[in-house]
């Protein structure tokens, strides 16, 4: 099903007209589908399901990706547990209706604090990236009398053909432990009283459309399982981590759920391994956009700009990685294109959401930055002293405010002058 879609030459959130959201609620407005939402998470629960490896499967969504406190509880109620990174992650999926039982914390540098919160909850496990972070857990579980479940996040060092500011699992990277010392690592762990070894975890970037880099990972994982079995270290779960791509163009085609999970599933069977996810960009990505207004029009020498009222605080994935959003006319028009450069009002140079877009446009008329769930408010910032924009989520033909704008005032509300 498409989510969103031109209906009568107006582009629709399911059956909501986007020129109704932008009247009622005004834009920069990020729109979520309810129906996207679902069925993205129902693909992964369906092919685990299906899968006799993957029947006991828990899908942590990666919260990172975007945090809204109605997306956590509408995953927390079709099942799903969660990937946190903070204490205010886990604080937010508490407070969104999660099992604290099926969450799981990632992240190379875990606080104290935040690992006594983790364990008070009794979380499904910690996923550890150092040596002194699992010394530090050790102590802080001891303090209060429990064993904190781990699981190592081992580096595969495989080349996952992303981005390099989103690839995660190679050498260079600052995450996970080296594969070549996990063995070291594990008997260090075993040993150390108040850390019980659950899993193995791995995650190996971020927006892959070949999924044969996940099989090369779990290839290596395995051997790493072998031997610690054969040395006594029993692993109950093994953690695949995130990073399944989604289409940014129209004419993309992204792999499917059954075709990055199945030949991981298939090497699993009869292992007794307990498979878990964290998937996070593929569950929202294309469940999102950012609806926008052109304020002006101004045809430069050598360029022609549209200057819309969502900028890069909004979405800053083309600023910081160059990334590719479709920028959709709400209402198009038939007639001539010109080139635009779609930017906003930050003084900024990289302050563009698309660049050479051949569009038809008049001053006044809204654009829907296409797949903006992920990793689009999620990064938003205040930059220039700009609120951030209202969240909406359209449910059928109902639209739900889940975040409402920012004012100004909440902005400095915390500050303060000095007395003199
Ligand atoms: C440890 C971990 N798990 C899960 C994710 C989610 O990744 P993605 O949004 O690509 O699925 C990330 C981010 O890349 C991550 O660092
Ligand atoms: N923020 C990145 C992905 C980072 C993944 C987090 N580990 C993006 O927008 O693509």
Request: include cysteine; charge should be negative; aromatic fraction near 6%.
């Given at each position: 099903?498409?989510?969103f ?11 909501v007209?986007?020129?109704?959201i932008?009247e ?27 899968h ?18 109605a ?12 990937d ?17 039982k ?8 875990k606080?104290a ?14 996923n550890i ?14 303090r209060?009398g ?10 595969p060092n495989?080349d ?9 699992g190679l050498?260079?990277a ?13 008997r260090r ?6 850390i019980a070894?659950?899993g193995i975890d791995?995650?190996?970037?971020s927006?892959?459309l070949?999924?044969?880099p996940f099989?090369?990972?779990?290839d ?5 399982i ?11 779960h093994?953690?695949l ?19 990055y999970?199945n030949?991981?599933l298939?090497?699993?069977?009869g ?15 294309n ?22 009222d969502?900028a ?25 294109t010109?080139?635009y450069?779609?930017?906003g009002p930050?003084?900024e ?6 660049q050479?877009?051949p569009l038809?446009?008049?001053a006044?008329?809204?654009?829907a930055?296409?797949?903006a ?26 639209v ?14 915390g500050?303060?002058?000095l007395?003199?």
């Amino acid at each position: 099903m498409t989510h969103f879609a031109l209906n009568d030459g107006v582009l629709h959130a399911e059956s909501v007209a986007l020129p109704a959201i932008a009247e009622q609620f005004g834009t920069p407005a990020y729109v979520y589908s309810r129906s996207a939402l679902t069925e993205s998470l129902r693909e992964f629960q369906d092919v685990l399901g299906a899968h006799p490896a993957g029947t006991d499967a828990l899908v942590c969504y990666a919260v990172k990706a975007n945090s809204n406190l109605a997306i956590l509880n509408l995953f927390a109620r079709l099942g799903a547990g969660f990937d946190i990174v903070s204490g205010g992650e886990l604080k937010r999926v508490l407070a969104a209706g999660a099992d604290p039982k099926k969450v799981v914390f990632s992240g190379v540098g875990k606080t104290a604090a935040e690992m006594q919160q983790a364990l008070d909850v009794g979380i499904f496990c910690f996923n550890i990236e150092s040596i002194p972070e699992l010394e530090r857990l050790n102590e802080v579980a001891g303090r209060s009398g429990k064993k904190a479940p781990i699981s190592l996040r081992v580096n595969p060092n495989v080349d996952p053909k992303t981005h390099p500011y989103i690839s995660t699992g190679l050498k260079e990277a600052k995450f996970g432990v080296a594969y070549d010392d996990a063995l070291a690592l594990y008997r260090r762990a075993a040993a150390l009283p108040n850390i019980a070894i659950a899993g193995i975890d791995c995650h190996i970037g971020s927006q892959l459309l070949d999924p044969s880099p996940f099989v090369e990972a779990l290839d290596r994982i395995l051997v790493l399982i072998d031997q610690l079995t054969a040395e006594g270290i029993h692993i109950h779960h093994l953690d695949l981590g995130g990073g399944l791509g989604i289409k940014y163009k129209a004419d993309q085609v992204q792999p499917t759920v059954a075709s990055y999970l199945n030949p991981l599933l298939d090497k699993l069977q009869g292992r007794g391994l307990q498979v878990v996810l964290e998937p996070g960009r593929r569950l929202v990505g294309n469940a999102g956009l950012l609806l926008t207004r052109v304020e002006f029009l101004k045809h430069g020498e050598a360029k022609d700009f549209a200057i819309i009222d969502a900028a890069m605080n909004d979405l800053m994935r083309p600023a910081l990685y160059e990334a590719w959003h479709d920028i959709d006319p709400v209402v198009p028009r038939a007639g001539a294109t010109r080139d635009y450069d779609v930017v906003g009002p930050v003084c900024e140079t990289g302050d563009f959401l698309g660049q050479a877009r051949p569009l038809n446009l008049q001053a006044g008329d809204l654009l829907a930055v296409m797949s903006a769930g992920a990793y689009g408010m999620a990064m938003a910032s205040n930059y220039n002293t700009r609120p951030r924009a209202v969240e909406v989520m359209v449910d059928g033909g109902q639209v739900h405010v889940i975040r409402q704008r920012e004012t100004v005032e909440q902005l400095y509300a915390g500050e303060s002058v000095l007395p003199q």
